[in-house]
């Protein structure tokens, strides 16, 4: 393990719930994963499409827990208009409570920073925090467990239907630069009760710096969670996200993954639907352009009997970028009746743009409906045809059917502010590529 990483490990003894044995072990745990396995390579096959270079060529301290600086002004256009909402920011990995705001909580919502509750304590953390992201799951969640300081907690207790929607806010400043920060998010949604959480991570500087982030979620029996992961960082950084959710028995999820920055992005999605009756939905939405690298990494187990899940990812690759999907179902033999659905479509804009797309489907029951499929070229030259036989320039037509492929994924977010905004950003992105 570098000595960088090692020093900072060393320096845990001040860290929220430093003094909680579990949370202790939990880190230690960790720590010593990362320090016999490291990162992974390209000989690891999940891994084999991406370049881990940019991380692994040079060291990444802690970035400073300095949270002065950033303006309300700076945070405005990455705040959204949600009726309800509260919203949690985070400057350099540290909550910022004078830029953040709260609605208010119907009884059993409990929304607060991490470190907060940690250094509260309560049965809640102790007995989800570190199972869904388990501490020996990757050395990208290890190190963040190793790391573990601050983030969002959300608890719905059971039966509480009614649950504002929260957007955690992850920014990282020009104080961040050549540094790691290492969010945490945990979710714990109790039988019946439902939940809406947003998670966006951006850079208010052109600079190179690591952001680590690993999300845990828990969906009861019964229960109903929307969670959507928006990534704004600067095309110079490195941006390595894991979520990992489990639904229980009867819920209904649905989770949305939308990328735009980093000069290289990691997606890792890992969802378990852990009883029957489980319907779920993964959207997912990439832009490339320049040389940057996005990769999305999904899996899905289908680990029970009468379970529906629909999967769709979409990407257009401009300049010299490269994508990536690779996405695999898993069913159980006692999956039977499971239904499920895997689409991978990608859009290349330039000779020079590349994906590399890899949709499995691994079945071991015999009566289910699975299917999975991926689609990679260029604007269909009939459809632009058509567009200029209406009197549309060519180049417009070429925005207005990209825009539109786009819109199929974005139309299914749940947030009429956040969905505009985004459709506004692929426009802006769309009509630079045009003048230019």
Not at 14 to 36: D, V, Y
Not at 217 to 244: F, I, P
Not at 333 to 347: G, S, V
Request: charged share 20%; net charge negative.
């Amino acid at each position: 393990m570098t000595t960088t990483y090692a020093r900072d490990f060393e320096a845990q003894a001040s860290h929220p719930g430093a003094r909680a044995p579990w949370l202790t072990a939990l880190r230690r745990e960790a720590q010593e994963h990362f320090e016999r396995n490291g990162f992974p390579t390209s000989r690891d096959e999940d891994w084999r499409f991406l370049d881990l270079g940019p991380v692994t060529g040079r060291e990444f301290p802690l970035a400073p827990w300095d949270v002065s600086g950033v303006s309300p002004e700076a945070l405005a256009p990455w705040r959204f208009a949600i009726p309800e909402v509260t919203t949690l920011v985070f400057v350099n990995g540290r909550f910022a409570p004078a830029l953040s705001s709260a609605a208010e909580l119907p009884v059993g919502m409990t929304v607060r920073n991490l470190a907060g509750a940690l250094a509260s304590g309560g049965e809640v953390l102790e007995r989800h925090l570190g199972r869904y992201a388990g501490p020996t799951s990757g050395g990208f969640t290890a190190l963040n467990t190793g790391f573990l300081k601050d983030g969002l907690f959300v608890h719905v207790a059971r039966g509480a239907t009614v649950a504002p929607p929260v957007h955690a806010i992850y920014l990282t400043d020009q104080r961040g630069v050549g540094a790691a920060t290492h969010p945490r998010t945990l979710v714990v949604v109790e039988e019946g009760a439902s939940a809406t959480v947003l998670e966006s991570f951006v850079g208010l500087c052109d600079g190179t710096y690591l952001t680590n982030a690993v999300t845990g979620e828990l969906n009861g029996d019964g229960a109903s969670l929307v969670h959507a992961k928006l990534q704004h960082e600067s095309e110079r950084a490195v941006h390595v996200g894991t979520t990992h959710i489990r639904h229980g028995r009867d819920s209904r999820g649905q989770s949305f993954s939308v990328s735009f920055g980093a000069a290289l992005c990691r997606n890792n999605l890992d969802v378990v639907l852990d009883g029957p009756g489980v319907e779920t939905e993964m959207l997912g939405l990439y832009l490339g352009r320049g040389t940057q690298e996005v990769d999305n990494h999904t899996s899905l187990l289908h680990a029970h009997p009468n379970c529906g899940s629909r999967e769709i990812y979409k990407g257009i690759l401009d300049g010299r970028s490269h994508g990536v999907f690779n996405g695999k179902i898993y069913v159980t033999p006692i999956a039977q009746k499971t239904d499920a659905k895997q689409t991978n479509r990608a859009i290349l804009l330039s000779d020079q743009a590349r994906i590399d797309t890899k949709p499995q489907l691994e079945i071991f029951a015999d009566d289910v409906k699975c299917t999975h499929g991926a689609t990679v070229g260029s604007i269909d030259p009939n459809a632009a045809f058509y567009c200029r036989s209406r009197g549309i320039p060519e180049a417009q037509a070429r925005k207005v059917l990209t825009y539109a492929f786009a819109a199929e994924v974005l139309e299914f977010m749940p947030w009429a502010d956040v969905r505009d905004r985004l459709e506004a950003e692929v426009m802006r992105r769309l009509d630079v590529r045009v003048e230019g």
